[in-house]
């Protein structure tokens, strides 16, 4: 490992002039690959995420971060460009410095979700694999930085693809 660089908890680097006090307007990078290992969430849903999926409207979708600061929030996707980033007006906004201030895009068109990475530095995952631009499928893990999420569609939508 570099001589100029310090270690703290969770095996981010820091340079020695950088203090190791509050985030600040740079992202810090990942200790190491095994930081990104992909691990699949079995289908250990609550009842009150289960009752969310349930209730989604045609067009929607809903993201449910399952690991990181913030686990079990839910997000609601029901425009057509919904951004996620470390900068306080992001749609979803993750207040952790190994996301970046405009890290990925979450776009919809029609009932077809895709999320689109915006240059990250940490790079944004789907299902394991690091991403540029990746189809959303129900049941799909998205990783943002620290940040493990599931993508889940309507039902009616859901429904209606599966030609039912």
């Not at 740079?26 to 095994?34: A, C, E, I, K, L």
């Not at 079990?72 to 007006?89: C, I, K």
């Given at each position: 490992?570099?001589?100029?660089?310090?270690?703290?908890?969770?095996?981010?680097?820091?340079?020695p002039?950088?203090?190791?006090?509050?985030?600040?307007?740079?992202?810090?990078?990942?200790?190491?690959?095994?930081d990104?290992?992909?691990?699949?969430?079995?289908?250990?849903?609550?009842?009150?995420?289960?009752?969310?999926?349930?209730?989604?409207?045609?067009?929607?979708?809903?993201?449910?971060?399952?690991?990181?600061p913030?686990?079990?929030?839910?997000?609601?996707?029901d425009?057509?460009?919904?951004?996620?980033?470390?900068?306080?007006?992001?749609d979803?906004?993750?207040?952790?410095?190994?996301?970046?201030?405009?890290?990925?895009?979450?776009?919809?068109?029609?009932?077809?979700?895709?999320?689109?990475?915006?240059?990250?530095?940490?790079?944004?995952?789907?299902?394991?694999?690091?991403?540029?631009?990746?189809?959303?499928?129900?049941?799909?893990?998205?990783?943002?930085?620290?940040?493990?999420?599931?993508?889940?569609?309507?039902?009616?939508?859901?429904?209606?693809?599966?030609?039912?």
């Amino acid at each position: 490992m570099d001589e100029n660089r310090q270690t703290d908890r969770g095996g981010i680097r820091r340079s020695p002039d950088r203090p190791a006090g509050p985030p600040n307007d740079t992202t810090q990078t990942f200790g190491h690959d095994s930081d990104l290992s992909f691990v699949p969430f079995g289908a250990d849903l609550t009842d009150a995420e289960l009752e969310a999926i349930e209730a989604l409207p045609g067009g929607a979708a809903l993201l449910i971060v399952r690991s990181g600061p913030t686990a079990g929030a839910r997000y609601l996707l029901d425009a057509d460009v919904t951004t996620v980033g470390r900068h306080p007006e992001a749609d979803i906004f993750f207040d952790d410095v190994t996301v970046s201030r405009r890290h990925a895009e979450v776009t919809r068109e029609g009932a077809a979700f895709e999320i689109v990475d915006q240059r990250s530095l940490n790079g944004t995952y789907v299902n394991g694999e690091r991403v540029d631009r990746a189809a959303l499928v129900n049941g799909a893990e998205v990783r943002i930085g620290k940040f493990r999420l599931n993508f889940f569609v309507s039902p009616v939508d859901l429904q209606q693809a599966q030609g039912r």
